[in-house]
């Protein structure tokens, strides 16, 4: 008489099959590629290409791409509060976005006391404090021509107001 399989006997067959599979799997992850040599038609077309050659699509070649690329989004540009070097007023940017950085000689600075606004479209900016009396902005979106960017700080226990200009191509 025969006697019917146990779980115990279910347990040791999938055991045995899971150490089978997961040595066989091991082996193949760890053992080195073995690429198979591809054989390329020659055909005498500027098409045909090999595959020691191949780039990604989106990668585009040094032929198509000379230099380096700027991005079009944003630019940054240096502009320090109430020191006696004074920074332009005029910026020129070619970006839709514009990103001020600088530092600031007003005693007791707190960024909470900066407010930069772009007059042209109402936009606030949010000032960043970097330390040791260094601010930061986020992006500043700018409208297509002359922009008025207005900062406004305290200095002296007064309200100071400095203008820049920005001008911003169509992008």
Known sequence: MLKKPSEIHFIAVTFVLVVLLG??????????DQVASVVV??????????????????IPSSEVVPGKVETSLHQSADF??????????????????????????????????????NKSNGY?????????????????????????IAVRYRSAGKTVEEIIRVTAPKI
């Open 80 to 117: 320090d509060l109430d020191c006696t070097k004074k920074s332009a007023t005029k910026l020129d940017i070619k970006a839709g976005y514009v990103q001020f950085r600088g530092k600031s000689c007003v005693r007791g600075f707190s960024v909470s006391e900066i407010e930069i606004v």
């Open 41 to 58: 038609p020659a055909v005498a077309s500027k098409a045909s290409v090999s595959v020691s050659s191949r780039q990604p699509a989106s």
């Open 124 to 148: 606030t900016a949010s000032v960043f404090d970097r330390g040791s009396d260094k601010y930061q902005t986020d992006l500043i979106q700018l409208k297509h021509g002359d922009n008025e």
């Open 23 to 32: 040595a066989r799997t091991f082996a193949s992850l760890t053992e080195p």
